[in-house]
Every structure is written in structure tokens, then in C-alpha cells.
């Protein structure tokens, strides 16, 4: 079942303006960054614990809902195969387990007014856990 939010993803049309207000305004401290062909396109902020604020480049692929830059709601679940089951058995979808680039487990679902929710269980690798740099590429 649910153990915690993991992260709740942002998305963004200036990066550096997003860090800048997030750890220089309200003191979260930096994760882990999100680098395609050498590039910054997102990171992670630290919220204490294992809760983060991830922030990716809006890149017009997956504009965000008019006025609203929110991207979807992540959910740390003690185990991803577990919580699908009980999904399923109220009539969710759920899609299959899949290893992300991360080093995490993630299976996605809607709730029923169409909020995208990320189901992610950590491993040992775990880019929210080592602090490495997640590759895009």
C-alpha cells in the first residue's frame, strides 16, 4: 500500500528560474539531475526523507492542463505488484511494472477524474537514493 508521496513532477519553461525559487526561496535542497546528450532537462529536489519535487523542461511533447504546470502525482508504494492488484479490483487500470531510468520500479494509473498517478517502488540503485545522475540517453 501507499507508503509516502515519492515526488510530484513540475513541469517548467525555465529551469533555473524553477531551482532558483525551490532551493534559494524555500531551502530544498538538491537530488539528482535528468541529462539527455549531455544536457540538463529536469532534477530533483530533496523535500526530507525520500520526498522529492521533480522538474522537467516543458517541451510542448506533454503541455500541461491551461494555467497549471503539474504533471502527474507519484506515489512510493511498498510494492508496485501488490498495489496493482488492489487497482484492478476496483475497476483501475494499471499498466505493467517497468524499470525506469532512474534504477526505480514504475506502473501508472488515472484516478477517476484523470489525474495521471506514477506508482514507483525504489531499489538499491535508485537515483532518489545514490544521488547519480539519471541518463536520458
Known amino acids: 500500500m501507499v507508503t509516502g508521496i515519492a515526488h510530484i513532477c513540475i513541469r517548467t519553461r525555465d529551469l533555473a528560474a524553477a531551482r532558483r525559487f525551490y532551493c534559494e526561496g524555500l531551502g530544498c535542497k538538491p537530488g539528482f539531475e535528468f541529462l539527455r546528450d549531455g ?3 529536469g532534477f530533483y529536489l530533496k523535500l526530507g526523507g525520500q520526498n522529492f519535487l ?3 523542461k516543458a517541451d510542448g511533447q506533454q503541455p500541461p492542463a491551461e494555467n497549471c504546470s503539474f504533471g502527474h502525482l507519484c506515489l512510493e508504494v511498498d510494492s508496485i505488484e501488490e498495489t ?3 487497482l484492478k479490483a476496483v475497476g483501475a487500470e494499471v499498466t505493467a511494472r517497468t524499470m525506469g531510468k532512474d534504477h ?3 506502473a501508472w494509473t488515472t484516478d477517476p ?3 495521471r498517478i506514477e506508482l514507483h517502488e525504489y531499489t538499491a540503485r535508485s537515483c532518489q537514493r545514490t ?3 539519471c541518463i536520458l540517453d
Open 39 to 41: 544536457q540538463l532537462v
Open 54 to 56: 521533480e522538474f522537467f
Open 84 to 86: 496493482a492488484e488492489t
Open 104 to 106: 526505480s520500479y514504475q
Open 113 to 115: 477524474d484523470g489525474i
Open 131 to 133: 544521488g547519480a545522475a
